[in-house]
Nanobody, 116 residues
Framework: QVQLVESGGGLVQPGGSLRLSCASS????????MGWYRRAPGKQRELVAT???????NYADSAKGRFTISRDNAKNTVYLQMNTLKPEDTALYYC??????????WGQGTQVTVSS
């Protein structure tokens, strides 16, 4: 069983930056893939970025070039560095993990609001 706790959300001006953190209760070595998803108002949850245990990353087109996903295995934490934020990035951001035994886990979400 894995618990995921997100943090780092908040209110930021357009063009600003935030770094989201997702702390896992389980060793990163047992998590095959971790990622960030988001749900904007009136929209369905969508993928933002993923990273595998070997460091392979994948980004949504809307995130590529602005967002960076990374892992710190020593801290059992995955990060999402978000730069050049836009109002369209406003959403509840969820951490996701897939364990090496192929179970899926979700965090409770952290709110990101981009507004002037």
């Amino acid at each position: 069983q894995v618990q995921l706790v997100e943090s780092g959300g908040g209110l930021v001006q357009p063009g600003g930056s935030l770094r989201l953190s997702c702390a896992s209760s389980r060793s990163m070595s047992s998590l095959y893939t971790m990622g960030w998803y988001r749900r904007a108002p009136g929209k369905q949850r969508e993928l933002v970025a993923t990273i595998t245990s070997r460091g392979t990353t994948n980004y949504a087109d809307s995130a590529k070039g602005r967002f960076t996903i990374s892992r710190d295995n020593a801290k059992n934490t995955v990060y999402l560095q978000m730069n050049t934020l836009k109002p369209e990035d406003t959403a509840l951001y969820y951490c996701n993990a897939i364990s090496t035994d192929w179970l899926t886990y979700w965090g409770q979400g952290t709110q990101v609001t981009v507004s002037s």
